[in-house]
């Protein structure tokens, strides 16, 4: 089933730190400040920074990555059921991204969810509408490859 519902939401660990929180689809509210996406970010009229959403599915888990500076949230969803993962970030220049969860809000009656205070790290690429999630590290992540390592799409705005 699902490879046992991805192994428990990935080990209550890394997809339940953060359901992939590296899930990171975790709570996913951060503007991750890699160069690409410093220039793309723009400023609403009061002067804050719009959020960049990062989409992926994988194994019939729906992963979103909202950036904005300083803060990711990981949205980790099978069906109905989910996590939202709100993350401490700090980027490095070569693009290693160090994530920390301060929060975690259930969504319906998830199997499965990151603790507060799980740290992980992952490298995160930006080329154009796309980016690519590799070298994923932590505690209790390596069944949590699978789904949030690989390519996101940036979601579209809707006009």
Known sequence: MIRSLVAGFVCAGFICAGFVCAGFVFAGSGVAATAQDKKEPSEDPKGQVAPVIWEREAEGIDLQFEFTPEVLTVTAMLGENGFAARCKITTSKDGL????????????????????????SFRWKVNGDTAELSDLRGENV??????????????????
Do not use: Q
């Open 97 to 120: 991204m160090k994530v920390k969860i301060v929060s975690v809000k259930e969504i319906g009656s998830p199997p499965a969810k990151p603790s507060v205070g799980d740290e992980f």
């Open 142 to 159: 390596e069944d949590a490859k699978s789904v949030v390592e690989g390519e996101y799409k940036k979601k579209k705005k809707k006009k």
